[in-house]
């Protein structure tokens, strides 16, 4: 009975595993990335290679979260409902955050590979919007997931996410960077008599 059970919701459990795991390393790069990239803390080490294969390691997941509900037999989604914002009828508005949350994830994550051809500063300013889609993936697991009310799933998030969000926190509130002391004007030479 268990197996029968298992195999019928197979996609079912391997969409929710997979949405799970992109969110939890999705928040993990996050924190990488902002302590790496920003001033947080002194002597830091270089962290980009973590950060590059826990975002590559988010991207796979979210495929696979998506993809794997075109098996699903309670919800037969088209591959225009999994990736098409306001398409699917099932639960529309969430879904459809959760297809552009994924889509930007995805698509500023392999910006990366082409900040060459961006522009290194252009590629940092577009890079920032990370956090956006991030936060807006956290808004559809806790908004649309099958377990977004049960209490592991939400110690899970929190243990995830709280550390991100402080340390985004502290990058965009924290205390401004200190403006030099204006010099003076060069006075005009007095003149002469």
Do not use: N
Not at 61 to 73: E, K, M, T, W
Not at 93 to 119: H, K
Request: hydrophobic content about 55%.
């Amino acid at each position: 009975m268990t197996v029968a059970v298992i195999t019928e919701h197979l996609f079912w459990i391997m969409s929710r595993a997979a949405g799970t795991a992109a969110l939890l390393l999705s928040s993990v790069a996050v924190c990488v990335g902002l302590l790496f990239g920003g001033k947080l803390i002194k002597g830091r080490p270089d962290l980009r290679h973590l950060h590059e294969a826990l975002s590559l390691a988010t991207i796979v997941a979210l495929v696979v979260h998506a993809v794997s509900l075109l098996g699903d037999s309670f919800l037969s989604p088209s591959l225009a409902d999994i990736t098409i914002p306001f398409v699917s009828g099932y639960q529309r508005w969430w879904t459809s955050l959760g297809i552009v949350a994924g889509w930007a994830m995805i698509a500023l994550g392999l910006s990366y590979y082409a900040r060459d051809r961006i522009g290194q500063q252009r590629w940092k300013r577009l890079h920032r919007f990370t956090a956006l889609a991030w936060i807006a993936g956290i808004v559809h697991s806790l908004g649309e997931g099958t377990d977004a009310g049960t209490t592991w799933f939400l110690v899970a998030t929190a243990i995830a996410v709280l550390p991100a969000l402080a340390l985004l926190a502290v990058r965009h509130l924290g205390t401004p960077a200190a403006t030099p002391p204006r010099t003076p004007a060069a006075k005009a030479p007095a003149p002469r008599a």
